[in-house]
């Protein structure tokens, strides 16, 4: 069994990838920002929820956009479990609305959770994992790092730049035998992302887009509806998806897992194509070894 860090635990797919793997027997350090404070209700019921079925999970305060809580948490978990073997990236935000209405600054705060987060957590956990020449990495992308939808391209622009970083990562640490993996969830509206989005911080410039500003309302009124018709996914799949990639023997997991329901499969092909030309691109540079994981020693 593994000592597994989950970021963003407090709610959603985070709080059920926590449990899930709970239930699996793994040490769980669900990780949280303020569980002592604006979160101390959600780390409670995260507590109680795997107690009652004879497990734990472990609550560590840990905010992805601050280095020193990122080492803080790592330094804690590290002294209680000895080493970390499974870092799940899980925390996230999303944004709605016209690129043109995000400023830098706000596309900055995005991509400060999105993307330098999971920098971050995997350069606090890379050096462990690979002195003993085994880990795995767990990236919660998106369907929406493959696939571009209007209105969505603050968000889906920090989820191609996350699969970037995580995709390079695969290759560069499979040889030391640490392992990456791209879970892609599709759109699952019962969790508390559409609560939590980063608004647009110029509004203003919809005005000159007429009828096509009024759009992305529209997409999010029936997001809305989906998630209160009862036929929404069941964001339970995303945490079922985490736990068989931990689960997987090293060395047979894929570099990308599609969980989308009910979606077009878009981004199953893209993933189809792009593994293809990823593999001609490595031979090209005679790396073809690189992405093969290393049996730990
Ligand atoms: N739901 C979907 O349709 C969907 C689809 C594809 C991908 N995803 C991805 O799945 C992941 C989880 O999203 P979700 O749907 O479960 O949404 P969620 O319920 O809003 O959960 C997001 C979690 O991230 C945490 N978080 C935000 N900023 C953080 C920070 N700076 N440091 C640490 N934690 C932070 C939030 O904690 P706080 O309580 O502290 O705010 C929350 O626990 C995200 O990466 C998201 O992009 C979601």
């Known amino acids: 069994m593994s000592t597994v860090l989950v970021t963003g635990s407090s709610t959603g797919f985070g709080r059920l990838i926590a449990l899930e793997l709970a239930r699996e027997g793994h040490r769980v350090f669900a990780t949280m920002r303020e569980p002592e404070g604006r979160n101390a209700p959600a780390a409670e019921s995260a507590r109680?929820?795997?107690?009652?079925?004879?497990?734990?999970?472990?609550?560590?305060?840990?905010?992805?956009?601050?280095?020193?809580?990122?080492?803080?948490?790592?330094?804690?978990?590290?002294?209680?479990a000895g080493a970390l073997d499974v870092l799940v990236n899980n925390a996230g935000v999303a944004c709605a609305g016209l690129?043109?209405?995000?400023?830098?600054?706000?596309?900055?705060?995005?991509f400060d959770v999105n993307v330098y987060g999971p920098l971050r957590m995997a350069r606090a956990v890379l050096p462990g994992m690979r002195r003993r020449g085994s880990g795995l990495v767990v990236y919660v992308s998106s369907t929406l790092g493959?696939?571009?939808?209007?209105?969505l391209g603050v968000y889906a622009a920090s989820?191609?730049?996350?699969?970037?970083?995580?995709?390079?990562?695969?290759?560069?640490?499979?040889?030391?035998?640490?392992?990456?993996?791209?879970?892609?969830?599709?759109?699952?509206?019962t969790t508390a992302i559409l609560g939590n989005l980063v608004a647009p911080d110029d509004a203003a410039r919809a005005e000159g887009y007429g009828p096509v500003a009024q759009l992305p309302a529209g997409l999010f009124a029936g997001l809305?509806?989906?998630?209160?018709?009862?036929?929404a996914p069941d964001p339970?799949?995303?945490a079922d998806a985490v736990a068989a990639v931990v689960r997987a023997p090293v060395g047979s997991r894929p570099a990308r897992v599609v969980v989308d329901p009910n979606g077009s499969g878009g981004a199953a092909r893209l993933n189809a194509l792009s593994a293809e030309v990823q593999s001609s691109i490595?031979?090209?540079f005679g790396l073809e070894a690189l992405g093969a994981v290393r049996p730990a020693r």
């Open 236 to 238: 339970q799949r995303v």
């Open 48 to 80: 109680a929820a795997a107690r009652a079925e004879g497990r734990a999970v472990e609550v560590v305060a840990l905010d992805v956009t601050r280095d020193d809580s990122v080492s803080a948490a790592v330094d804690t978990i590290l002294s209680r």
């Open 224 to 231: 809305g509806e989906l998630a209160r018709s009862g036929r």
């Open 146 to 151: 493959r696939e571009v939808t209007p209105f």
């Open 282 to 284: 490595l031979a090209g």
């Open 99 to 110: 690129v043109e209405t995000f400023t830098p600054a706000a596309a900055q705060r995005v």
């Open 159 to 189: 989820k191609f730049a996350l699969e970037a970083l995580a995709e390079s990562l695969r290759y560069e640490t499979a040889p030391l035998g640490v392992d990456s993996v791209i879970v892609q969830p599709g759109t699952f509206p």
